[in-house]
């Protein structure tokens, strides 16, 4: 991903390029290292850019959790950035290709979208991790009056299917780079007529990373509606096995099996296994009853929290376990004298939330946005304004 090596330069002169900045909005350091980190906006997106200091030069990169779909504007903000402050480039990988996929504003959707989102189709279908999109662009070619949500968190995957989405002129798939545990539940509850997993990666030394669980599980029966399924394609005996153990767990289901069952499109890894002659297990899932409606009205917002002296020195850096979720903050960052970011983890142990919260003498906001309206992201999200506001420090 990109980013620059550049010779190593005393970062407190970026204070005084912040008024004058076209894209430069605050420098945070870190509380426990040399690290520091760069609040930008560029092309109508907040994000933030880390500088990792070293002996004899400095990285300056993109920061995961809030770095934008778009790579050419992470590119663009690092040649900014170095130009504005007058680095010495050593080395970078920031050179724009024009010729990449063109992110369409039409198909791909963020996840905070979802929140208030007209359907253009009565027919709804997710596919997760749709990888190389063969399956997903046949199904919406062939299925013309269903919308294909396609979720995938490998970038330059959903890159390339937005690109395959334009040349072709399909008009009936959304594209999401987001993790599909958290994603179905911000769908309304029997809309769905299929969810398709095909060949998900097995996880077998870490098998919390799956996509199927019992959560999964139980999230796909109320958005499918009545006679929908959910579809587990895999060539791997152990995941087999286990989706098998998990859909029986439950005190009711309708499940059907089948084995070596060609398809009439066949993926890449699929035609891979077939050449190694490997065993191929479809596993359906049928929902057999329609869900309660979603609830809905959670609050994200901060209200009246607000950085006061020395917040930091009362917040824990070990992960606190509650029932149901936990939170953990796993680094800090100071900003002057009233504002402090903190990047955090919470919400559900198999699929946490990863997010920056920004505080200052006026506010607290996530930076860039609020995390996915789930019910154990809201419970985690109550007891954060617990531990930041007076009440909740433990030095009072």
């Given amino acids: 991903m990109p980013h620059l090596k550049v010779t190593s330069f005393d970062t407190q002169m970026i204070d005084n390029a912040i008024p004058q900045s076209d894209i430069l909005t605050f420098r945070a350091t870190s509380l426990t290292s040399d690290d520091e980190i760069l609040g930008v906006e560029l092309g109508g997106e907040e994000f933030l850019l880390q500088i990792k200091p070293d002996v004899n030069d400095t990285l300056v990169k993109y920061d995961k959790v809030t770095r934008p779909l778009k790579v050419n504007l992470l590119k663009e903000a690092l040649d900014k950035v170095s130009k504005e402050l007058k680095l010495e480039v050593q080395s970078s990988n920031i050179t724009i290709h024009n010729t990449k996929a063109a992110l369409s504003s039409e198909y791909f959707k963020k996840i905070e979208d979802f929140e208030n989102i007209t359907y253009p189709k009565e027919k709804i279908s997710v596919e997760v991790g749709f990888g190389s999109g063969r399956h997903l662009l046949y199904q919406a070619e062939k299925n013309p009056d269903t919308l294909f949500i396609g979720l995938e968190i490998h970038t330059p995957s959903a890159q390339q299917v937005l690109k395959q ?67 587990l394609r895999t060539d791997s005996d152990n995941y087999y ?32 296994w077939l050449r190694q002659e490997k065993d191929i297990y479809d596993v359906y899932v049928k929902c057999q009853e329609n869900s309660e409606p979603r609830k809905l009205g959670m609050d994200f917002n901060f209200n009246d929290v607000k950085y006061t002296n020395d917040l930091e020195k009362g917040l824990t850096k070990k992960p606190m376990i509650f029932d149901g979720y936990f939170v953990h903050f796993e680094r800090m960052y100071k900003s002057g004298e009233g504002k402090l970011l903190i990047k955090c983890a919470f919400g559900s142990f198999d699929r946490p939330e990863h997010k920056y919260i920004l505080l200052t003498n006026e506010s607290c906001r996530y930076f860039v946005s609020p995390p996915v ?13 617990e531990l930041l506001s007076i009440e909740g420090r433990t030095d009072v």
């Fill in 241 to 272: 096995w286990y989706a098998l153990e998990t859909f029986f767990s439950v005190p009711k289901t309708q499940v059907e099996i089948r084995k070596n069952e060609a398809l009439e499109v066949t993926s890449k890894y699929e035609a891979r």
């Fill in 165 to 231: 989405i334009e040349l072709n002129s399909i008009e009936n798939i959304w594209v999401v780079n987001y993790d599909a545990r958290l994603f179905l539940e911000m769908l309304p509850s029997n809309v769905c007529e299929q969810i398709f997993v095909h060949f998900p990666v097995p996880w077998d030394k870490k098998p919390h990373r799956r996509v199927i669980s019992p959560s999964f599980l139980d999230e796909s029966m109320r958005v499918l509606r009545e006679g929908g399924r959910l579809e």
């Fill in 373 to 385: 309206k789930t019910q154990v992201n809201y419970e985690a999200h109550k007891k954060l304004m």
